[in-house]
């Protein structure tokens, strides 16, 4: 590299960023113990009876804090690696090749202050869209809706590590990403990376296909899609900046495992602040309900370890799953509905305040776009500010009227006595009306709302099923009779026992967002689905129902759908029916693993019925597959081994996979005695811990990756058929470098073949 003729150039060019660096890190920790200074003097000078203004203040300046902390702290990081590459960049109506300018692309900008230009290019501007996409020669980005044309002359890729310049090469069409291999070779310590250096021409189009347009994409094992819809967040962030904050994308996660493994790579990409969590965990959230939750893992493993006995829980997860399932919730709706739809009229004494039909057009019409609970609320509010301005118009009217008929009695009674009795009579009268109406306006409104329903979440959920009369209207145009009754006794089976299946949240969610509303504090402006492949129909109805907004990035790989009973079996129903301006994306090639590795995994995904595109590795060679025969005597010395052997080559982190927990189980009590101290189970919402051996069931390893994964089978294997191909594809596509099988023969894992 000293070779090059740009060496000396390249590192000057980096000793210059990092000075400037160091003077702006300078100039923000001065900025800091400025406003720091300010703070102590403010909060010293604020007195007990101080107005809220000064409250203001501090917080103004704690939040200004806040903001350059942050900001210098990401400087202080980013100096060790202030940028990962060049573009040299010449605008269209520039002929003159002098006017060509050089652009150097790291994680965030860096603007000279004095000439305002940039001394690094964020990764997510417009114009670094040149450096991911296509090669060396004319191009094109967009930037607030124009099209800019130009040509580049040389991207340039750096390795910088703590602030040293290690090397440098220029790509073009010839040459393969060095720096993409070189990524792809290193070994995980658990965590997800940022990999804004080496991002693929495909995974940049996701991350910046049209913002204001939901994207469904289905890609293959490994091919970065957790990666990806992160890098996505982060550029919807940069480029929407001044519309929306972090605080309103909302990530939702297979488990809380997998939610502490992508949450490392947040706060590089500059996107900490969004919310992540699981489904079952924001339903809690949003409707707090009671219930203990068979979760979707506890039915696939019944299935697996029980399969006879747990047809029925499959079918019964498939009914509330799917999309007719929304048609039967729509009609139990409309029922509900009916209950609200109240057409008396408003009186008091006798008096008309309000017209029912206006009633029940409020209802009905004028305030649709809310929930109908809320829209209970706004009646409420409307009848009571009716009934404030006509009691006193009626109040009035009363006086008035008696105020008549005495002046009349007056002018028109001769007779004296009977003069005074009919005035008393007339003013005790007026006196009892007006009473009356006062009386009557103070509870006019609360007795009239009574008419209305005033039922929770749960009992309006457990009506559904309990309630024989509402279960066979809603139900029978859409279930046969033979399947209606299990699905009734099972959940009010399940019910008697504050027991719900994980489907019934779907239920929950849609029925709380359109009867009662969701909170804003539990609303979304963006969301993030990641295996979203195991998500039923009416989950993703329910959640783009309860979050009010089609931002939706769903990023899953049906090859991996080993929750089929219940999630989706096509994109097709999504698209056509749920989100329908989707953009839809594929990615096919894939990073994680080795080309031997992907080969073997390939051919599972062969058998599985359905047309699944294979998924195509990134050259990459390594170690083919190897079985580890347990007939063989002194089998598990021979792990012991190789374990160690892996070990010494700098590999991180290894995993033993079982098809199911009671595997698991087994596989621990059997191994145990010889890695007594580096052996553990993972259990979900622990955390992984580096350099053990950790045992984990297929369902749990999804989405997850180590350096190094041994498959095993002792009593469970792998059957032909589609949810055990779907397994087994799964669990080998999890190593990113060796792949070992253990069990008693080799056909166990791959029967099939
Ligand atoms: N462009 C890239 N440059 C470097 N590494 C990449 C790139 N794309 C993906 N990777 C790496 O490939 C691995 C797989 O990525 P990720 O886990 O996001 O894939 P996935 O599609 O979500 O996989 P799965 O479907 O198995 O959950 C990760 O180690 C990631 O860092």
Wanted: hydrophobic share 35%; charged share 30%; proline share 3%.
């Amino acid at each position: 590299m000293r070779n090059h003729p740009d060496y000396m150039q390249e590192e000057e060019r980096l000793i210059f960023t990092k000075v400037y660096m160091d003077t702006v890190i300078h100039a923000q920790q001065l900025d800091q113990q400025a406003l720091q200074k300010r703070q102590t003097e403010t909060v010293e000078a604020l007195e007990f009876q101080d107005s809220s203004l000064k409250y203001q203040e501090m917080l103004t300046h704690s939040n200004f804090m806040r903001m350059s902390k942050q900001q210098l702290e990401n400087l202080i990081r980013l100096r060790k690696k202030p940028y990962f590459a060049r573009i040299d960049y010449q605008p269209k109506d520039k002929t003159d090749k002098t006017k060509e300018e050089i652009f150097y692309i790291g994680k965030v900008s860096l603007f000279d202050r004095e000439t305002q230009q940039p001394v690094i290019l964020d990764w997510r501007s417009p114009l670094a869209n040149v450096y991911y996409e296509g090669r060396i020669g004319q191009v094109e980005y967009e930037a607030h809706g124009e099209i800019y044309e130009g040509y580049v002359s040389l991207k340039r890729q750096y390795s910088i590590e703590d602030g040293e310049l290690l090397e440098f090469r220029d790509i073009d069409i010839t040459t393969k990403d060095d720096l993409l291999q070189q990524s792809l070779s290193q070994s995980t310590d658990h965590r997800l990376n940022e990999i804004v250096a080496t991002i693929q021409e495909e995974q940049n189009r996701v991350i910046r296909a049209d913002l204001s347009k939901p994207i469904i994409v289905q890609g293959a094992a490994g091919s970065g899609k957790t990666t990806i819809a992160l890098h996505r967040v982060s550029y919807f962030l940069y480029s929407l900046q001044h519309i929306f904050h972090p605080e309103q994308m909302l990530i939702l996660a297979p488990n809380r495992l997998f939610i502490n493994y992508m949450k490392e790579v947040l706060p590089e990409l500059g996107v900490e602040k969004a919310r992540s969590t699981t489904f079952a965990d924001y339903v809690q959230l949003v409707t707090q309900h009671p219930f203990n939750v068979r979760s979707q893992h506890e039915t696939l493993m019944d299935m697996l370890e029980r399969p006879k006995e747990h047809r029925k829980l499959q079918m019964v997860a498939q009914i509330k799953g799917g999309s007719s399932f929304q048609q039967v919730l729509d009609c139990y709706i409309q029922r509900l509905e009916q209950a609200f739809c109240v057409e008396e009229d408003l009186k008091i004494a006798d008096f008309r305040i309000k017209n029912g039909k206006k009633i029940k057009r409020m209802f009905l019409q004028d305030f649709t776009y809310l929930p109908f609970y809320q829209r209970k609320e706004k009646i409420r509010q409307i009848l009571r500010k009716d009934v404030r301005q006509k009691q006193r118009l009626l109040l009035d009217k009363i006086t008035q009227k008696y105020d008549d008929a005495v002046e009349d009695a007056i002018y028109s009674i001769r007779d004296q006595d009977k003069r005074k009795r009919r005035v008393t009579f007339l003013l005790e009268q007026k006196e009892l009306k007006l009473q009356q109406i006062k009386k009557e306006a103070k509870s006019a409104v609360s007795n009239y709302m009574k008419k209305y329903p005033n039922d929770s979440l749960i009992s309006i959920f457990k009506n559904l099923y309990q309630n024989n009369d509402t279960f066979h209207v809603v139900f029978s145009p859409f279930l046969q009779e033979d399947k209606r009754t299990v699905l009734q006794q099972h959940t009010s089976r399940g019910l008697r026992h504050n027991r719900i299946d994980a489907e019934d949240l779907a239920t929950l969610l849609y029925l709380q967002a359109i009867l009662f509303g969701v909170h804003n504090d539990y609303k979304a402006k963006k969301v993030v689905i990641d295996e979203a492949q195991d998500y039923s129909y009416m989950e993703f109805v329910s959640l783009k129902t309860a979050l009010g907004t089609e931002l939706f990035t769903i990023v899953g790989d049906l090859a991996q759908g080993i929750y089929q009973y219940r999630g989706l079996s096509s994109w097709e129903e999504l698209l056509h029916n749920v989100f329908t301006k989707s953009n839809y994306l594929t990615l096919q090639k894939t990073y994680r693993t080795t080309m031997e590795i992907m080969g073997e995994a390939n051919e599972i995904l062969q058998q599985i019925d359905g047309d699944l595109p294979q998924a195509e590795p990134v050259v990459r060679h390594g170690e083919a597959p190897i079985f580890l025969s347990m007939l063989e005597e002194g089998w598990a010395e021979r792990i012991m081994h190789v374990y160690a052997s892996l070990q010494e080559e700098g590999f991180r982190t290894f995993a033993i996979i079982g098809k199911t927990k009671r595997e698991c189980q087994l596989i621990y009590e059997t191994l145990h005695p010889f890695f007594p101290k580096t052996l553990c189970i993972l259990q979900e919402g622990k955390e992984m811990e580096q350099e053990k051996l950790v045992i984990l069931p297929v369902y749990l390893s999804k989405g997850l990756e180590f350096d190094c994964v041994f498959l095993m089978n002792i009593n469970e294997w792998y059957e032909d058929n589609e949810l055990d191909l779907k397994l087994l594809y799964v669990a080998m596509t999890r190593p990113l470098h060796r792949l070992y099988y253990i069990g008693m023969d080799r056909q166990m894992f791959i029967n099939a073949k």
